[in-house]
């Protein structure tokens, strides 16, 4: 657990920036790990296509560095490509209900995680639950779960989670679901030991199939 006091309290409308700045930050940070993890799964690509090069070093008059430089360049252009795509593309639509406009209106109830003195408070963390669905069971989806980068791993995040769990059950909600990517798997650990169970998991393809990545939807029962 953290060292310092961290109060959890429901979203306020002057909060919005904040919120919306830290939940965009931890979202392009899973991007990027998202494209990371592409270029190191296609090592086996890269390989070959380095061979390649050789080969058409040794047997030609062409350059063999600049034939490396080639290759390297398709490789970045490749890893460049896909940050591009997924951070004005991807991300635009995850965060469409948080750009249009002060979101407190699009869920259930919002909570966001403070640290600080009572003259000047610093907001951390947010959570966030929505109905789920259409089914006639009352259902939460959790949403908007995100940790400012420097008060990770402090127990902030449990705070919140714990919070949002517990506001379910008092609710009387029947489940909780969430969908992550599988690149968050701090995040899924966590929400394994607060007693969510894997329920699907599937892969997103996205730039024309050049870029996949893993979903892990999860759902807690109360």
């Known amino acids: ?34 494209v990371k993890t592409q270029v190191i799964n296609k090592a086996g690509v890269w390989a070959i296509l380095l061979g390649f090069v050789a080969v058409v070093g040794l047997i030609s008059s062409i350059d063999l560095m600049s034939l490396a430089a080639v290759s390297f360049l398709t490789l970045f252009i490749y890893y460049v490509s896909g940050l591009l795509y997924m951070n004005f593309y991807c991300l635009p639509m995850e965060l469409e209900d948080i750009n249009s406009g002060c979101p407190i209106d699009r ?83 966590l929400y394994s030991k607060f007693g969510f169970k894997i329920r699907r998991i599937f892969t997103e393809k996205v730039m024309y199939g050049m870029i996949h990545y893993t979903i892990v939807e999860m759902s807690h029962t109360n």
């Not at 959890?8 to 392009?28: H, P």
């Open 107 to 189: 869920y259930e109830k919002f909570w966001v995680a403070e640290v600080g003195s009572p003259a000047r408070r610093e907001i951390i963390g947010s959570v966030a639950l929505r109905m789920a669905g259409d089914s006639n069971e009352y259902k939460l989806e959790l949403k908007r779960m995100s940790v400012d980068k420097k008060y990770r791993r402090d127990g902030t995040a449990s705070l919140l989670l714990r919070k949002a769990l517990d506001y379910s059950l008092e609710k009387g909600a029947k489940e909780v679901v969430l969908a992550s990517s599988s690149a968050q798997m701090p995040a899924i650990h």
């Open 1 to 34: 657990m953290s060292e310092y006091e961290v109060l959890i309290r429901e979203f306020e409308v002057e909060d919005y920036n904040r919120v919306r700045d830290m939940i965009t930050s931890g979202l392009r940070e899973a991007v990027a790990l998202i």
